[in-house]
């Protein structure tokens, strides 16, 4: 299967002209790579330009987040299905960014991420502990809880299409390095307790994906060492020339 780099551009750029600039760069690599499946996962304003942008290339386009409801009296909300009709493949759930910034909870999140597989919507589940839960030696509690809260309206065969994508916060646009060694354990416990939420037979396709200040020096080693089947990039992503260098670091 091929790995899945994941551009998380957050709250970046400003004008669709610089977006269109940085997609168009991304293009080469990603259109020529036989190892890896991009995703750009831009701010909802410059979905339609780059989707359009996208259409021909192999590229896919995700989005940040996404509202449980379909349509109606929600002022401000984007619903999974609309994202869906105009052209998104993929939505990032759940990321410690709206967790912390809009107090989403894992109650939410698990409507998100059910609307999102109604929808056809493949969502990327986001989940990680903060500094202080791994100095407690909370890391694999907190997974437990995001994974089972926050998978729970889900059936068996939606939760073996899931992307989980592994993101300790306390690596998240520090430049912390998080070891491989230790990302790789984390991957093997959130696999054994999907695998117990969705049937060992449902499991061969789940993806485990990594993030949390993913550069082009780093990246390889995630591959390499920590076996994971992709990378969700922030910072790194918005910088055409390094994002392309990580989509090349992809291996089986
Ligand atoms: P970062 O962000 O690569 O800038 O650390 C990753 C993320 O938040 O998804």
């Given at each position: 299967m091929k790995k899945l780099i994941v551009a998380?551009?957050?709250?970046?750029?400003?004008k669709s002209q610089e977006a269109l600039k940085i997609f168009k760069g991304t293009i080469a690599v990603a259109s020529k790579s036989k190892k890896a499946e991009t995703v750009i996962c831009p701010p909802y304003v410059f979905l339609k330009e780059i989707i359009a942008a996208a259409k021909g290339t192999e590229i896919k386009i995700g989005a940040q987040n996404c509202f449980w409801e379909e349509t109606g009296a929600y002022t401000g909300m984007v619903s999974a299905a609309m994202l869906k009709n105009m052209g998104c493949k993929y939505a990032i759930i759940g990321h410690s960014e709206a967790r912390r910034f809009?107090?989403?909870t894992n109650e939410e999140i698990s409507r998100k991420i059910a609307a999102a597989a109604k929808s056809g919507l493949i969502p990327i589940l986001c989940i990680g502990e903060n500094r202080g839960e791994r100095k407690e030696n909370k890391t694999y509690e907190v997974l437990a809880q995001q994974l089972n809260e926050g998978l729970l309206k889900l059936s068996k065969i939606d939760i073996s299409k899931i992307i989980i994508a592994y993101e300790p916060i306390w690596a998240i646009g520090t430049g912390d390095y998080a070891d491989p060694i230790e990302i790789k354990k984390a991957k093997e416990f959130i696999l054994g307790l999907l695998k117990k939420m969705s049937g060992a037979e449902n499991t061969g396709k789940i993806r485990v994906i990594y993030g949390g200040s993913v550069n082009a020096e780093n990246s390889e080693l995630y591959f390499?060492?920590?076996?994971?089947?992709g990378l969700l990039v922030g910072g790194a992503s918005l910088n055409p020339k390094e994002f392309s260098k990580i989509i090349n670091s992809a291996s089986y």
């Open positions: 998380n551009w957050k709250c970046n750029p400003l809009v107090k989403e390499s060492k920590a076996e994971m089947d």
